[in-house]
């Protein structure tokens, strides 16, 4: 069955260190999206990938940075982590069609990071 | 820019009762796209429904469906017949043109036997 998996699932840093998430996602999905969500908040958009070596910047990407060489990665980095950072990190993926609005994300499970 | 408020923390429901969680959206986007997500204690995003801005009838998925009422730009997601396991906190989202979608702030249900 395809999937989409983060790795790690539980992290904690120092603040300044650099630290990557993974996001693998095995449904041949063009679209790929990383979320923040905050203690008792919804999610926001970080950054976003409409495919290989397209990436954009969402809502909050501040010390963010994402790379797409491949369909089916799409990992997150933070240059140098700060305790605002402290969150959890929600990487999803979704077909892409003409009308761009419709389409189901999936969401993988959560990588709970925090930044001491 | 899209915006999402759902103005209610939290609510009780009766199990075996119909809940009605409130969304009300903003959006310039002519096309645009209604979502409402699940996530239990576990942590994990469950899609539950979908409506389209252009389609005229309501979504029904099972106990879900949503109350779609474009002119007063709201959509509501109804939970029939609630059970224990539907205790969890709901998101409403919206997408319009690229698929990005916007959260609220979430609506936290819990079910009372």
């Known amino acids: 069955d395809a999937e989409i998996t983060q790795s790690p699932r539980h992290k904690i840093t120092e603040t300044g260190r650099q630290v990557t998430l993974a996001c693998h996602q095995t449904?041949?999905?063009?679209?790929m999206f990383w979320y923040r969500q905050d203690l008792g908040h919804g999610l926001r958009l970080i950054h976003y990938s409409y495919g290989v070596h397209d990436t954009n910047k969402g809502e909050v990407s501040d010390g963010y940075s994402v790379s797409r060489s491949n369909t089916e990665d799409l990992p997150l980095t933070l240059e140098s982590a700060a305790s605002s950072q402290t969150s959890v990190y929600f990487c999803?993926?979704?077909?892409?069609?003409?009308?761009?609005?419709?389409?189901?994300?999936?969401f993988g499970p959560g990588t709970r990071l925090t930044v001491l | 820019a899209q915006k999402i408020t759902q103005t209610q923390p939290g609510m009780f429901v009766q199990e075996k009762e119909a809940v009605t969680l409130d969304c009300t959206y903003d959006?310039?986007?002519?096309?645009?796209?209604l979502f409402w997500y699940k996530q239990p204690s576990s942590g994990e995003m469950i899609f539950l429904i979908y409506?389209?801005?252009?389609?005229?009838q309501n979504a029904t998925e099972g106990r879900y469906s949503l109350n779609f009422q474009k002119a007063r730009k709201s959509a509501n997601l109804v939970i029939s017949a609630s059970q224990l396991g539907d205790s969890a906190m709901y998101f409403c989202?919206?997408?319009?043109?690229?698929?990005?979608?916007?959260f609220g702030g979430g609506t936290r249900v819990l079910v009372k036997p």
């Open positions: 409506q389209g801005s252009y389609d005229q």
């Open positions: 449904w041949n999905h063009n679209n």
């Open positions: 989202a919206i997408s319009a043109a690229g698929n990005k979608l916007t």
């Open positions: 999803a993926s979704s077909e892409s069609t003409r009308s761009g609005t419709g389409n189901e994300q999936f």
């Open positions: 959006t310039s986007d002519p096309s645009y796209g």
